[in-house]
């Protein structure tokens, strides 16, 4: 444990009653207790964990992408779009960001807003204990809830350590994402426990992989990464991204994928742009009256040799050809096989990869000012639990914070 964790109380009183109990110290869960405390509440924050928000520890390759200064309702995917909005409204990224400022965390703008500790995401970690200390929240780390049920004074919570009675209680747990820390189905337990409506979780934010036959000739090609137009979907569903893309052993990672995989749905192609700002087969064909060069030669003025070697060979193009002496129909298709290469997954690298899980507690069980479930008073839902996706880059956690924010005030 380290030295933040050791200073969690884990003393249990059953003879007191709380104000409301968070279940899960996430980033969502920690948000919402300090809220709650700092407006004078009596809150309890219970975790399995024995360690304080272990996704905030990694994320970020350690530096936290704690939000995106641009993070508006459009960065979201949700059966209800319009869910987001309140909450994100209510507590933008600045005020987030006012708040580290607050706790002199240095920062950094890494790509299209996206925002990073300068040092280590324990700064963002030892900002939110800090901030549930000034409300006074308690804790129980490790402790597991088994069960969650209504009495006639709001909710008992049946743990391992005994029972806890709460007049409010917000599930914080998230979802389905990495497992090996932690992640678990505990949120949509309690959904189901309530009858509440689930949007099918699947994995998000997460590499797409192909069958090992037609991925065969690709591989060489792994440790490549490149910037890409990527898309899926048709007509007014299809969404692109331009981003890097990265080839591995197994299929394509890299942020471009990592975003469009949010969106994939099993079946669907995607659709690679290996030279967003070239109309390749043009310029091959421009090329035949004034390049003496052969195919190889030539690409690897736009693209990585090791790249066009592995493209060439496996759309069937001799590297050894000369432009000058191929047909136009054949140098547009090589065109058209890197302007728009299209491909077709048969999968994900699933919850171990995934940085999110799509899906989860369907908004229209929720208020979107309060976060409670409607049909059940003081049972709240918030952050990865609630079927609520960010883009890559920062947005996921804004969520949390806004989601946090807007249960806490409103308990």
Known sequence: MTKLDTKLDNKLDNKHHYDVAVVGAGAAGMMCAAVAGQRGLRVLVIDHASKLAEKIRISGGGRCNFTNINAGPNNFISENPHFCKSALSRYTAQDFLNLVKRYKIAFHEKHKGQLFCDESAEDIIRMLKTECDVGKVNWRMPCKVMQVRQDAAGFVLETEQGEIHATKVVIATGGLSIP?????????????????????????????????????????????????????????????????????????????????????????????????????????????????????????????????????????????LKIADMQDKRLRLLGEKINRWELLPNGSEGYRKAEVTRGGVDTLELSQQSMMVNKVHGLYFIGEAVDVTGWLGGYNFQWAWASGVAAGLAI
Do not use: M
């Open 180 to 320: 090996k820390i932690g992640a678990t189905d505990f949120s949509y337990k309690v959904a189901q426990q309530f009858n509440l409506k689930i949007v099918a979780p699947r994995p998000a934010l997460v590499p797409l992989t192909f069958d090992a036959i037609s991925w065969e000739a690709f591989v060489p090609l792994s440790g490549i990464s490149l910037e890409v137009d990527i898309e899926t979907g048709e007509k007014k569903n299809k969404v692109v991204f331009r981003e890097d893309l990265l080839f591995t052993h197994r299929g394509l990672s890299g942020p471009g994928v990592l975003q469009i995989s949010s969106f994939w749905q099993e079946g669907q192609s995607i659709r690679v742009n290996l030279l967003p700002e070239v109309d390749l087969a043009q310029d091959l064909i421009d090329a035949k009256t004034t390049s003496k060069k052969n195919l190889a030669n030539f690409l690897s003025a736009y693209l990585p040799a090791r790249l066009v070697d592995g493209l060439l060979l496996a759309h069937g193009f001799a590297g050894d």
